[in-house]
């Protein structure tokens, strides 16, 4: 098949795996860098996760505009969120915004989320959190509904592969959809993991007798092939897992 059909298809397995594992519900959205055009990019139109499929996947420029100038459909409000994120890391293949409350608390708190989970460990050891009242006040509606605010996003993520937002959930990026994929649904285990060791701590213990990865194990874990058989067997599995298999084999 041809490298479009393909990404469309691979965008929709993630869409329906990111779903069932609730990373994404009715909301939130995952994109894959178009794979012919650097300067465009795959989402589908605004519709909940679980019932996207190929035909309603769009083509747009970095700035969120559609390809199709003539395109009626509606879109995702935050799509400027992936062209944010797009335009300022070439490296990136595929970005996903979540509401996964698991992460919240660490997006309000001054508590920092700490990769403490050997699956999570290749999101990395900063995990930096935007707050978008830093730049455009405190009457925003929260929503990145411009690309000025999803460059701001995209500079407090900077090459780190998650950036929590405040109130709100988390961006993170991939190389490829599955190494996306893989991360983001081990995120919000990771998150739930450190609050029940938190709540195993003594009061004003903090994390302070938890151990969390270290930065060796961190880089060995952020070093690792994401298309080794190994670290794809989960892809398959989750693809199976939600129906998706026939697009896992045309």
Request: with cysteine; charged share 25%.
């Given at each position: 098949m041809d490298?479009?059909?393909?990404?469309?298809?691979?965008?929709?397995?993630?869409?329906?795996?990111?779903?069932h594992?609730?990373v994404?519900?009715?909301?939130?959205?995952v994109s894959?860098?178009?794979p012919?055009?650097?300067?465009?990019?795959?989402?589908?139109?605004?519709?909940?996760?679980?019932?996207?499929?190929?035909?309603?996947?769009?083509?747009?420029?970095?700035?969120?505009?559609p390809?199709?100038?003539?395109?009626?459909?509606p879109?995702?409000?935050?799509?400027?969120?992936h062209?944010g994120?797009f335009e300022?890391?070439?490296?990136?293949?595929?970005?996903l915004?979540s509401?996964?409350?698991?992460?919240?608390?660490?997006?309000?708190?001054?508590?920092?989320?700490?990769?403490?989970?050997?699956?999570?460990?290749?999101?990395?050891g900063?995990?930096?959190?935007?707050?978008i009242a830093?730049?455009?006040?405190?009457?925003?509606?929260?929503l990145?509904?411009?690309m000025?605010?999803?460059?701001?996003l995209?500079?407090?993520?900077?090459?780190?592969?998650?950036?929590?937002?405040?109130?709100?959930?988390?961006?993170?990026?991939?190389?490829?959809?599955p190494?996306?994929?893989?991360?983001a649904?081990?995120?919000p285990?990771?998150?739930?993991?450190q609050?029940?060791?938190?709540?195993?701590?003594?009061?004003g213990?903090?994390?302070?007798?938890?151990?969390?990865?270290?930065?060796?194990?961190?880089a060995?874990?952020?070093g690792?092939?994401?298309?080794?058989?190994?670290m794809?067997r989960?892809?398959?599995?989750?693809?199976?897992?939600?129906?998706?298999?026939?697009?896992?084999s045309?």
């Amino acid at each position: 098949m041809d490298a479009v059909t393909s990404a469309k298809r691979t965008l929709v397995i993630a869409n329906r795996i990111l779903a069932h594992y609730d990373v994404l519900d009715a909301y939130g959205h995952v994109s894959v860098r178009h794979p012919h055009d650097p300067s465009r990019y795959l989402l589908s139109r605004s519709l909940s996760p679980a019932s996207v499929t190929e035909d309603d996947i769009i083509e747009f420029h970095l700035d969120g505009r559609p390809v199709d100038a003539d395109e009626k459909r509606p879109l995702y409000l935050e799509r400027f969120i992936h062209g944010g994120v797009f335009e300022a890391r070439p490296e990136v293949n595929s970005v996903l915004h979540s509401h996964a409350e698991d992460v919240l608390p660490f997006s309000i708190t001054k508590q920092p989320m700490l990769p403490v989970i050997h699956t999570a460990g290749n999101m990395g050891g900063t995990i930096p959190v935007w707050d978008i009242a830093d730049k455009f006040g405190s009457n925003t509606n929260l929503l990145v509904s411009n690309m000025e605010q999803g460059r701001d996003l995209a500079r407090c993520l900077d090459c780190n592969r998650i950036a929590l937002m405040r109130t709100h959930g988390f961006v993170s990026t991939g190389v490829s959809i599955p190494d996306l994929v893989r991360l983001a649904v081990y995120i919000p285990r990771n998150a739930r993991v450190q609050m029940a060791a938190m709540r195993m701590c003594s009061p004003g213990e903090g994390m302070a007798n938890i151990r969390v990865l270290s930065p060796g194990e961190i880089a060995a874990r952020v070093g690792l092939d994401p298309d080794t058989p190994a670290m794809r067997r989960g892809w398959d599995y989750w693809a199976r897992e939600v129906g998706c298999e026939h697009l896992l084999s045309e």
